[in-house]
């Protein structure tokens, strides 16, 4: 069953514009959300992460939003760059667990149009 | 200073053969996983050690097997490859099996073809 639901699978967006992607979970003992960034032909690699006493956190024009109340939080990538283009993953996990509570959503291919 | 190592790269296999794939990492990190990664179903969690001489499954641990024999080194075996084992496999690691506190590095992945 999958816990965490990522959408949309795939984003088309024009260079300079916002881009987000969405993820909800189900289990509320998740604490920790991060989000993954996947180049062709490479490993996915952690971009980003929020725990949920905050509402939102950003580094540079990365930016999560995250809604407890919800269970949804998202990505914004703000001033969109061709070199974003990429899959990205979301996850949540509980902290102190065994690392078999890690749960990835189903990834969103996001494309920049130059 | 590789990170973590994957072979092969990638692999025609024909069904009902054995296979194992190969990871090593060289951060000294406790806890590995492999994952296998689908077309819309994501990165799902195959088997997991913690530490090293200890392992567990994950969501998908059925047809694969892994051993831990010392902190590098993480092979995954498909004792007798069947088509749906078709994907591309990543091998991660991270420093401790705390899933909440740690981020996992992952390798270039494999990609395996099963006929």
């Known amino acids: 069953q999958q816990q965490v639901k990522q959408s949309p699978q795939s984003l088309i967006v024009q260079k300079g514009g916002i881009s987000i992607i969405n993820c909800a979970y189900e289990?509320?003992?998740?604490?920790?959300f991060p989000w993954y960034q996947q180049f062709p032909g490479k490993g996915p690699a952690l971009l980003i992460a929020i725990r949920p006493d905050v509402s939102e956190k950003k580094e540079g024009r990365f930016t999560i939003s995250f809604n407890k109340s919800a269970k949804q939080f998202s990505l914004h990538i703000m001033d969109s760059q061709p070199g974003d283009s990429a899959t990205y993953f979301c996850a949540a996990s509980m902290g102190g667990s065994s690392a078999s509570k890690i749960i990835f959503g189903s990834g969103t291919r996001l494309s920049i149009r130059p | 200073i590789a990170g973590i190592t994957q072979a092969p790269t990638s692999q025609i296999l024909a069904a009902g053969r054995r296979m194992t794939l190969r990871c090593t990492q060289d951060m000294r990190h406790n806890a590995m996983y492999w994952y296998r990664q689908d077309l819309g179903l994501g990165l799902r969690l195959i088997h997991y050690?913690?530490?090293?001489?200890?392992?567990g499954k994950g969501e998908v641990p059925d047809g694969y097997s892994v051993s831990r024999a010392n902190t590098d080194d993480f092979p995954l075996t498909l004792a007798s490859a069947v088509p749906s084992q078709t994907s591309v496999y990543f091998c991660a690691s991270s420093e401790s099996g705390l899933a909440g506190a740690n981020e996992q590095f992952f390798g270039p992945g494999t990609r395996l073809t099963v006929l």
């Open positions: 050690s913690n530490t090293a001489g200890t392992t």
């Open positions: 289990n509320t003992a998740f604490d920790y």
